[in-house]
T-cell receptor, first 113, second 116 residues
Framework: TQLLEQSPQFLSIQEGENLTVYCNSS?????LQWYRQEPGEGPVLLVT?????EVKKLKRLTFQFGDARKDSSLHITAAQPGDTGLYLC?????????????FGTGTRLTVIP | GAGVSQSPSNKVTEKGKDVELRCDPI?????LYWYRQSLGQGLEFLIY????????KSGLPSDRFSAERTGGSVSTLTIQRTQQEDSAVYLC??????????????FGPGTRLLVL
């Protein structure tokens, strides 16, 4: 079973459209991170959210951490072909003592020009 | 550049052979992580090194997998008697000391392993 479930798994949209990607869990996280991975490359960190209810903006990308710290969303406004990639959420759950990040299942976004 | 580097970038091997994958972390980073990524999927944690502490091997899928980190820098992931299900991209990441999920992990480009 996956600790972090992302939806949708695949998303194909036209340039200029808006989209939202969701990252959900039944566990509480001390923080959540979002990464973007392009083909042939490793993931690159986009943002870290640490406070329940927190909203962070990065140009056309808006990230939100749920009040209960169990979920997060990524909203992209006016998507561009350069946004194409695999979006991954990741976090450290409370009370596991784990040293590693738990990664979500990923959302593969394709923005069609 | 000063990023994380991995070698080889691609590796094709026959079932039953041993393979070694190398990771050069960013200079000064004390933490090093190995992950496995199956085709188009999320990342699966394998092993974590932090300074001179004993590594966290809790993610290694079997005793065929092992890893070393020499001198607190370069790391080698070894897979013995490879199986077809070992085919995946193996990613290495490094960071400054872990701070409860707030650290930024910098990933290498990965090694694509194909076991025939």
């Amino acid at each position: 079973t996956q600790l972090l479930e992302q939806s949708p798994q695949f998303l194909s949209i036209q340039e200029g459209e808006n989209l939202t990607v969701y990252c959900n869990s039944s566990s509480v996280f001390s923080s959540l991170q979002w990464y973007r991975q392009e083909p042939g490359e490793g993931p690159v960190l986009l943002v870290t959210v640490v406070t329940g209810g927190e909203v962070k903006k990065l140009k056309r990308l808006t990230f939100q951490f749920g009040d209960a710290r169990k979920d997060s969303s990524l909203h992209i406004t006016a998507a561009q072909p350069g946004d194409t990639g695999l979006y991954l959420c990741a976090g450290h759950p409370y009370q596991t003592g784990a040293n590693n990040l738990f990664f979500g299942t990923g959302t593969r976004l394709t923005v069609i020009p | 550049g000063a990023g994380v580097s991995q070698s080889p970038s691609n590796k094709v091997t026959e079932k039953g052979k041993d393979v070694e994958l190398r990771c050069d972390p960013i200079s000064g980073h004390t933490a090093l992580y190995w992950y496995r990524q199956s085709l188009g999927q999320g990342l699966e944690f394998l092993i974590y090194f932090q300074g001179n502490s004993a590594p966290d091997k809790s993610g290694l899928p079997s005793d065929r997998f092992s890893a070393e980190r020499t001198g607190g820098s370069v790391s080698t992931l070894t897979i013995q008697r490879t199986q077809q299900e070992d085919s995946a991209v193996y990613l290495c990441a490094s960071s400054f000391i872990r701070t409860g999920g707030l650290e930024t992990q910098y990933f290498g480009p990965g090694t694509r392993l194909l076991v025939l």
